[in-house]
């Protein structure tokens, strides 16, 4: 089930995007009065939609962005007043994906979070390949994984087994192990799985 959080301090607003955004099947709907009452919740809230006033009393749009920096699986569209443009570019700088201005023309707003949702499950597709990686290389011994890595460095059999002070043959069965961990066929897909758990900079 997808989800979309409002957070605007003006009750009209609250109610006029969550009238609107019931149009969505499957889709779990809340609104906060106040970006402090959102971040008493954040750590329930998991792969959302936000969108998010930037003035309000208490905690600011801008706190809300601090507080989900760090948050892949939640994406934020700010809705500002008119003339706010200087604000919405700050706002996307700190995080934010997209800005609507106030009065928000629905058809520009369903198709922003059409955008964003179709971005946020792309997010999630990564997050879940990244978690899936990870786990496999974690069952790598320290062996295997110094071969790995010497295979990410393009170095030969011969080459690994001289830095680690082990034969050809030796590096040989390492190598055939680790690929067993990791689940893959071949050396392409072994640094494909390397990739998505971070041991390669892109």
Same mark, same amino acid.
């Given at each position: 089930?997808?989800?979309?959080?409002?957070?605007?301090?003006?009750?009209?607003? /609250?109610?006029?995007?969550?009238?609107?955004?019931?149009?969505?099947?499957?889709?779990?709907? !809340?609104?906060?009065?106040?970006?402090?009452?959102?971040?008493?919740?954040?750590?329930?809230?998991?792969?959302?939609?936000?969108?998010?006033?930037?003035? $309000?009393?208490?905690?600011?749009?801008?706190?809300?962005?601090?507080?989900?920096?760090? !948050?892949? %699986?939640?994406?934020?569209?700010?809705?500002? @007043?008119?003339?706010?443009?200087?604000?919405?570019?700050?706002? $996307?700088?700190? @995080?934010?994906? %997209?800005?609507?201005?106030?009065?928000?023309?629905?058809?520009?707003?369903?198709?922003?979070?059409?955008?964003?949702?179709?971005?946020?499950?792309?997010?999630?597709?990564?997050?879940?390949?990244?978690?899936?990686?990870?786990?496999?290389?974690? /069952?790598?011994?320290? /062996?295997?994984?110094?071969?790995?890595?010497?295979?990410?460095? @393009?170095?030969?059999?011969?080459?690994?087994?001289?830095?680690?002070?082990?034969?050809?043959?030796?590096?040989?069965?390492?190598? @055939?192990? $680790?690929?067993?961990?990791?689940?893959?066929?071949?050396?392409?897909?072994?640094?494909?799985?390397?990739?998505?758990?971070?041991?390669?900079?892109?």
């Amino acid at each position: 089930m997808r989800s979309i959080y409002i957070v605007d301090d003006d009750q009209s607003v /609250r109610s006029e995007l969550y009238s609107l955004l019931s149009v969505y099947p499957n889709t779990l709907l !809340r609104s906060f009065a106040s970006g402090d009452d959102f971040l008493a919740e954040l750590g329930d809230i998991q792969s959302a939609l936000i969108l998010l006033d930037m003035n $309000m009393p208490g905690a600011s749009g801008f706190d809300v962005l601090a507080a989900i920096r760090d !948050r892949k %699986d939640l994406l934020s569209i700010v809705i500002t @007043g008119q003339g706010d443009t200087r604000m919405a570019v700050q706002a $996307m700088k700190a @995080g934010a994906i %997209d800005f609507l201005e106030k009065p928000c023309d629905p058809k520009a707003l369903l198709q922003t979070i059409d955008q964003a949702f179709e971005n946020l499950e792309e997010t999630e597709q990564v997050i879940a390949r990244t978690g899936e990686a990870r786990e496999k290389v974690s /069952r790598l011994s320290a /062996r295997e994984r110094d071969v790995l890595e010497g295979l990410i460095e @393009g170095k030969s059999n011969k080459v690994i087994g001289y830095e680690l002070d082990i034969s050809p043959r030796t590096v040989e069965v390492y190598r @055939g192990k $680790m690929m067993d961990k990791l689940e893959v066929q071949s050396l392409p897909e072994a640094l494909r799985v390397a990739f998505a758990a971070g041991l390669v900079e892109a």
